[in-house]
């Protein structure tokens, strides 16, 4: 006669070479044997797991622990399958109930760090993490998550951190160095930024996204021609989109290329960026041909489908200030600035908005960030020394 374990070893056999549909008759035929088997509601909960039938295999675990509601393993399940299902709520109370039983765990205190991030619950997240880093101080995965949820906070420096202990125990984790170029770009220490930045592309030379954030930095901070050559690298893996052209068009326009600048933004606008894409291409044509006020009704068209692009009020601000409107420059480079949108000649221009309003310190303020962004602006240098006394 055959036995409950008899049909339990057979359905294992089964599910163990993903025969589910076998596994799960022979757990059946040991539940009609002893239909208050908790291990066999198990099997019957993994087996349905198996299948992907997550809501029957979330009845069986149940089920399970209605018999045996101390088994901790079953619990995990049960909450890991709830992640799954899109139910964290109900992940946290079976992961909480599996801390009762089991407090020290650290795969439990895992568990518990990663569903309070899904809830967006970041220092109860931490506070488990932190418990686990107290025993194993050189868990990555670990380091990463803490680190992840300064980062989901704004706690930049503290994200760094994390990251930079990250470096010291493997230096080539992935994806590490583009993470601290990012932060550092937050905290606006655009030279520590780079650094990072370099150091990602050296161990990854076909990062198209970290050499299309190197272009952008020295965008911003002046260096006009070694921003084109990381836009360039960025598009030569394949890093395409209407952004890309639009600022390698912005670049060439600065260094005089106007034709190539051209080209550069009727790709930007042929690549689905929509409306917006060709208002500012337009805009742009219209500002190389002298044409001020068509070039505004242009950007302002822009405006309407793209209301929080930087680049836009930038340039705006470009034009109200060759139109000698001082105002409404002000006004577009500030909404500018307030997107994200910083270069060292938007601060340039703000500083002489500043030093025309009769506002010294704001005029100096604002050279003194141009002069960070853009070191070898010698006019900058030169005004700041005549604010400070200097000849």
Known sequence: ??????????????????????????????????????????????????????????????????????????????????????KPEKALEEFLRAAEINPADLTLKHALGDIYVKLEKYQEAEKEYRAILEKEPANVEVIFKTGYVYETQKKFNEAADQYLQILKINARWPGINSMLGNLYRHMKDYEKAIEHYDKAIKLNPKEAGVAYNLGVLYYEKGNYERALEELTRAKDNKFKNPDIYSLTAEILSKLGKKDEAMQEYKTAAGMGGGDAE??????????????????????????????????????????????????????????????????????????????????????????????????????????????????
Not at 353 to 372: G, P, R, T, V
């Open 278 to 391: 060709s208002h500012k291409a337009m805009g742009f044509i219209y500002f190389e041909e002298g044409n001020l006020d068509e070039a505004v009704k242009e950007y302002a068209l822009a405006l309407k489908e793209k209301k929080d692009d930087g680049s836009i009020y930038e340039a705006l601000g470009h034009i109200h200030y060759k139109k000698i409107d001082y105002v409404k420059a002000k006004e577009s480079f500030e909404k500018a600035v307030g997107f994200g949108r910083e270069s060292g000649d938007v601060y340039y221009k703000l500083g002489n908005i500043a030093m025309k309003e009769n506002n010294i310190q704001k005029a100096k303020e604002c050279w003194e960030k141009s002069l960070k962004l853009s070191p070898e602006n010698d006019i900058v240098k030169k005004n700041l020394k005549l604010l400070s006394g200097g000849a």
């Open 1 to 86: 006669m055959e036995t409950v374990q008899d049909h339990i070893n057979l359905g294992t056999a089964f599910a163990m070479s993903k025969n589910y549909a076998q596994a799960i008759k022979e757990f059946e035929k040991a539940l009609a044997i002893n239909p208050e088997d908790a291990e066999v509601y198990g099997h019957l909960g993994n087996a349905h797991l198996g299948k992907g039938d997550y809501q029957k295999a979330a009845g069986f675990f149940e089920k399970a622990l209605k018999i045996n509601p101390v088994n901790v393993s079953v619990i995990m399940k049960l909450g890991r399958l709830y992640s799954n299902m899109g």
